[in-house]
């Protein structure tokens, strides 16, 4: 799982530096946000379209046009912790999926308790601390509003894990919390789970060296490291290569499994208000 050991500012500078060559990396996370919005969908055809909805951890913001399609009239906040993102989102200019962007922390948001009719959220919840994300979101959400979340679970990057273990004994690959452990932390915030779904989506290469490179190129990739390793020698690299092979698909290509795990939460209709307004909301919520 992911250590709360793990100073905000690594998480912010990871993402941060893989800003300018997120996008051209990202295929599986583009699926996932697609998956998200077949999800969600359903939920929106029998009840009244939200006005107001934040993309917590929006990234460059390819969710966001998938918003706008969903919910074409509502106001759009595209909230990210690395500046760097919010900045290429920026860089794109007016679009379908014009937002209002907020450089802020999922575990502390600057925004008005009870002020927001819907949460989405697609592969940023897996690096908080699920508690307080979950219970900031339950926060700023009305009564009645939901929240719409990918995340990921434990058998994430298991063909990775199970490759390096032929190398050496350090844990090269982040185990994230599982489904079970979600569903918990929902309860404890105070809502009420809709529906959820957990299952595999791949990210494909040829080989190990592309499929690596993407991994890095989205960021993820030094996230989480406990340790500082030295670069691995020919011999090793061999070996790795060689163990990973074993995971080959009958389709040529090498997979790294995501470990989809998707949330619809509700906050109950009956819910106060529970949290302060705008003026009040915790200090410190775009640093460390």
Same mark, same amino acid.
């Not at 966001?64 to 399609?69: I, N, S």
């Given at each position: *799982?992911?250590?709360?050991?793990?100073?905000? =500012?690594?998480?912010?500078?990871?993402?941060?530096?893989?800003?300018?060559?997120?996008?051209?990396?990202?295929?599986?996370?583009?699926? +996932?946000? =697609?998956?998200?919005?077949?999800?969600?969908?359903?939920?929106?055809?029998?009840? $009244? $379209?939200?006005?107001?909805?934040?993309?917590?951890?929006?990234?460059?913001?390819?969710?966001?046009?998938?918003?706008?399609?969903?919910?074409?009239?509502?106001?759009?906040?595209?909230?990210?912790?690395?500046?760097? *993102?919010?900045?290429?989102?920026?860089?794109?200019?007016?679009?379908?999926?014009?937002?209002?962007?907020?450089?802020?922390?999922?575990?502390?948001?600057?925004? /008005?308790?009870? &002020?927001?009719?819907?949460?989405? &959220? &697609?592969?940023?919840?897996?690096?908080?601390?699920?508690? +307080?994300?979950?219970?900031?979101?339950?926060?700023?959400?009305?009564?009645?509003?939901?929240?719409? +979340?990918?995340?990921?679970?434990?058998?994430?990057?298991?063909?990775?894990?199970?490759?390096?273990?032929?190398?050496?004994?350090?844990? =090269?690959?982040?185990?994230?919390?599982?489904?079970?452990?979600?569903?918990?932390?929902?309860?404890?915030?105070?809502?009420?789970?809709? &529906?959820? /779904?957990?299952? $595999?989506?791949?990210?494909?290469?040829?080989?190990?060296?592309?499929?690596?490179?993407? +991994?890095?190129?989205?960021?993820?990739?030094?996230?989480?490291?406990?340790?500082?390793?030295?670069?691995?020698?020919?011999?090793?690299?061999?070996?790795?290569?060689?163990?990973?092979?074993?995971?080959?698909?009958?389709?040529?290509?090498?997979?790294?499994?995501?470990?989809?795990?998707?949330?619809?939460?509700?906050?109950?209709?009956?819910?106060?208000?529970?949290?302060?307004?705008?003026?009040?909301?915790?200090?410190?919520?775009?640093?460390?």
């Amino acid at each position: *799982m992911v250590s709360r050991t793990i100073p905000k =500012h690594v998480v912010r500078r990871a993402f941060d530096r893989a800003a300018a060559t997120y996008d051209s990396a990202a295929a599986v996370q583009r699926e +996932i946000c =697609h998956r998200l919005a077949e999800f969600v969908a359903p939920r929106l055809a029998s009840a $009244p $379209p939200p006005q107001r909805i934040v993309d917590a951890g929006c990234g460059t913001g390819y969710g966001l046009d998938l918003l706008a399609r969903l919910c074409p009239h509502a106001t759009l906040i595209a909230l990210d912790f690395a500046p760097a *993102m919010l900045a290429r989102l920026a860089a794109a200019g007016p679009g379908p999926a014009t937002a209002v962007p907020l450089c802020a922390d999922l575990e502390a948001l600057p925004l /008005a308790g009870g &002020s927001i009719d819907a949460v989405w &959220s &697609s592969l940023a919840l897996q690096w908080c601390d699920p508690a +307080i994300a979950l219970g900031e979101f339950a926060r700023v959400l009305r009564p009645g509003g939901e929240a719409w +979340i990918a995340t990921l679970g434990p058998r994430t990057l298991w063909e990775l894990r199970d490759a390096f273990t032929a190398v050496d004994d350090a844990e =090269h690959a982040i185990r994230f919390h599982p489904r079970e452990r979600w569903v918990a932390e929902t309860v404890a915030a105070g809502f009420e789970l809709v &529906s959820d /779904a957990n299952f $595999p989506v791949f990210a494909v290469a040829p080989d190990l060296r592309q499929l690596l490179r993407d +991994i890095k190129s989205i960021g993820a990739h030094s996230v989480g490291a406990q340790r500082r390793r030295e670069p691995l020698g020919r011999a090793a690299w061999k070996v790795l290569e060689t163990r990973y092979e074993t995971h080959r698909r009958d389709d040529g290509l090498l997979p790294a499994t995501y470990d989809l795990i998707l949330l619809a939460l509700r906050k109950p209709a009956q819910a106060a208000c529970c949290g302060a307004d705008l003026a009040t909301a915790p200090e410190g919520t775009t640093d460390d």
